[in-house]
């Protein structure tokens, strides 16, 4: 089986869950990771799931105005033009093989408060044509992080538990809820 891995990061600690989301994966499935301005769109090669994440801004997924907001705030990783939303604007449109999953990362702040990229983008994907296979949040000390500890550790676990889910969806075996 084979996963696509997309993320868009600004200050570095969603490219860090990205890739231990894919390492997590890579124990039964091949992987592919992409930064979101280097990622295909829309998805041409064969992949059984597309594992998509991005950084909470304002409650949802990040728009232009505010990935330079972050810029300006110090953020070296990111690209002002494209995000998460404008490369799920360009998938197709359709019912679709693979399924997805979204994760986002975001600040311990706002843990419980409304609103995440990770959510928005399963939306936006679901309407897209996709099944979903999970959504997660991970979670920053303040904007620019750092990543809370065992953030990483959760994001190998989760990971490892879609990697799982798949293989049982594979074999025909309900999938844990």
């Given at each position: 089986?084979?996963?696509?891995?997309?993320?868009?990061?600004?200050?570095?600690?969603?490219?860090?869950?990205?890739?231990?989301?894919?390492?997590?994966?890579?124990?039964?499935?091949?992987?592919?990771?992409?930064?979101?301005?280097?990622?295909?769109?829309?998805?041409?090669?064969?992949?059984?799931?597309?594992?998509?994440?991005?950084?909470?801004?304002?409650?949802?997924?990040?728009?232009?105005?505010?990935?330079?907001?972050?810029?300006?705030?110090?953020?070296?990783?990111?690209?002002?033009?494209?995000?998460?939303?404008?490369?799920?604007?360009?998938?197709?449109?359709?019912?679709?093989?693979?399924?997805?999953?979204?994760?986002?990362?975001?600040?311990?702040?706002?843990?419980?408060?409304?609103?995440?990229?990770?959510?928005?983008?399963?939306?936006?994907?679901?309407?897209?044509?996709?099944?979903?296979?999970?959504?997660?949040?991970?979670?920053?000390?303040?904007?620019?992080?750092?990543?809370?500890?065992?953030?990483?550790?959760?994001?190998?676990?989760?990971?490892?538990?879609l990697s799982d889910d798949m293989d049982l969806?594979?074999?025909?075996?309900?999938?844990?809820?």
């Open positions: 089986m084979r996963a696509l891995v997309v993320y868009e990061s600004m200050f570095g600690n969603t490219e860090e869950v990205a890739h231990a989301i894919a390492d997590g994966l890579a124990q039964s499935m091949q992987v592919e990771i992409r930064r979101v301005s280097e990622a295909p769109s829309p998805v041409t090669t064969f992949v059984d799931l597309i594992v998509v994440g991005g950084p909470t801004h304002a409650f949802s997924m990040s728009r232009p105005a505010s990935r330079a907001e972050a810029i300006e705030k110090g953020a070296t990783r990111g690209d002002r033009d494209i995000g998460l939303r404008e490369w799920i604007d360009n998938v197709k449109k359709g019912p679709h093989s693979e399924l997805v999953a979204a994760f986002d990362t975001r600040s311990d702040r706002v843990r419980h408060l409304p609103g995440s990229a990770a959510r928005k983008a399963m939306k936006l994907l679901r309407h897209d044509g996709y099944a979903p296979a999970g959504v997660e949040s991970f979670y920053v000390s303040d904007t620019a992080g750092p990543l809370l500890p065992g953030e990483l550790d959760r994001a190998l676990a989760w990971g490892r538990r969806r594979a074999h025909g075996r309900p999938v844990r809820a």
